[in-house]
């Protein structure tokens, strides 16, 4: 099997402690001076040896390291001695706990506190002098005093870098809750354009389609009419739409938002663009008069109406588009219905994407509300069928729609 290649810092303490304790070999600076079973002048040198390769597993194998560095340090107790020897094998127990596996981080300080326990009280028994007790603190300073330090010091590691990993995960949180935030204002940039600007062009596209394929002067004209007001009140709009996008100035006329009252603008105008196509307009106000909307609820019924009608001069049949408006009262839940003629269109006709019907539900989920749309059979004296739009938009007023 070929051993891993050991760190370089691994490296550097493994050639310290032995040329420290082949100098204190050299200079006979042993332990003590006692006979020992192993006392010969070379006999130091084996653990010692042992004991430095071991340093090189340190961090890449502790646990070899470890139970290699145990039997040394028991080999060297029968010598003379080296304290770069015991040294090492402190740094190995250190080392053991910090960087061996989460098992051996918490077995081993519990093991060597339960050894100096168990040779302070052999040490007593054995020579019955309160002076053993000293040689129970040096079994501690060697083996409990290193695993308690790797304990600390790994917990300390271990919470650093639990919080470094957690403030990750914030920064991640709110790099997500950013873009969705971002996501969130281009989808009320897209509703907002949309149904600010799609009436006027849906009006401009049909008459001037009117006015291409029909060869009547007034025809022509009515058409030509109609395209110049669309297309300055949708240039209107679309400035209205930028100034709430820019940050306004002292000087910058201020962006109202559309309420309940401009309705009947919104219908007399409806009224004129689809005049061509036989489409008629009536507004049903049965509102409350003292009812007053909250501001999202208004701008929501306004522009809920302003994209029926524009899909109404889109795709209706010639005949009345009704637009009611119901409720209101405070407590209660203003309702707006949009019917309109279904059939096939006998004159120009607009194309539609369906980002409309999108764009009214998604405004309705905002509010919490209720959204419905979609053909149902007519009244007996109208048309056979009729597309039919209802919200109902609770009056509350602690949300503010994306638009």
């Known amino acids: 099997m070929r051993l891993p290649r050991p760190h370089r810092d691994d490296a550097l303490i493994a050639a310290a402690g032995l040329v420290g304790g082949l100098l204190l070999w050299s200079l006979g600076l042993n332990l003590t001076e006692d006979r020992r079973p192993l006392s010969g002048d070379w006999a130091t040198l084996g653990p010692l040896v042992v004991m430095s390769c071991m340093e090189l597993l340190r961090r890449t194998m502790p646990r070899t390291a470890l139970a290699v560095g145990t039997l040394a340090i028991v080999v060297d107790q029968f010598t003379p001695g080296n304290i770069a020897t015991v040294l090492m094998y402190t740094d190995i127990v250190y080392a053991a706990v910090v960087y061996g596996t989460p098992a051996s981080a918490r077995r081993i300080p519990y093991t060597t506190g339960l050894v100096t326990v168990a040779a302070t009280v052999g040490f007593l028994a054995w020579f019955q002098k309160p002076a053993a007790l000293l040689l129970g603190v040096v079994v501690g300073l060697v083996a409990f005093g290193p695993a308690a330090t790797g ?34 204002e281009r989808a009320r940039m897209a509703r907002e354009l949309h149904d600010m600007v799609a009436n006027h062009l849906s009006a401009i596209a049909i008459h001037s389609t009117a006015a291409l394929s029909l060869d009547e002067p007034a025809t022509t004209r009515q058409a030509l009419t109609v395209i110049r007001q669309n297309s300055v009140e949708g240039l209107a709009e679309m400035r209205r739409l930028i100034g709430l996008l820019r940050d306004s100035g002292d000087d910058a006329e201020p962006a109202v938002a559309p309420t309940l009252a401009g309705l009947d603008a919104l219908v007399v105008q409806a009224r004129t663009n689809g005049e061509a ?23 929501a019924a306004y522009r809920i109406v302003q994209e029926s009608l524009t899909n109404a001069l889109k795709h209706a049949h010639a005949g009345e588009v009704v637009v009611r408006l119901t409720g209101g009262a405070p407590g209660d839940a203003l309702t707006v219905t949009v019917t309109s003629p279904y059939g096939r269109t006998r004159g120009p006709r607009v194309p539609g994407s ?10 309705v989920a905002l509010l919490g509300g209720v959204f419905e749309a979609g053909p149902e059979p007519g009244p007996a004296d109208g048309p056979a069928k009729i597309w039919r739009v209802r919200a109902v938009l609770p009056m509350v007023d602690d949300k503010e729609p994306s638009a």
């Open 151 to 184: 304990a600390l010091v790994r917990n300390h590691r271990e919470a650093a870098d639990a919080a470094r990993l957690r403030a990750e995960q914030t920064a991640l949180l709110a790099e997500m809750d950013r873009s969705q935030a971002v996501i969130a």
């Open 277 to 299: 196509s036989g489409l008629s307009f009536t507004l049903d106000d049965a509102v409350e008069e003292d009812a007053a909307p909250p501001a999202p609820v208004a701008l």
């Open 354 to 363: 369906g980002s409309g019907l999108v764009g009214m539900r998604e405004r």
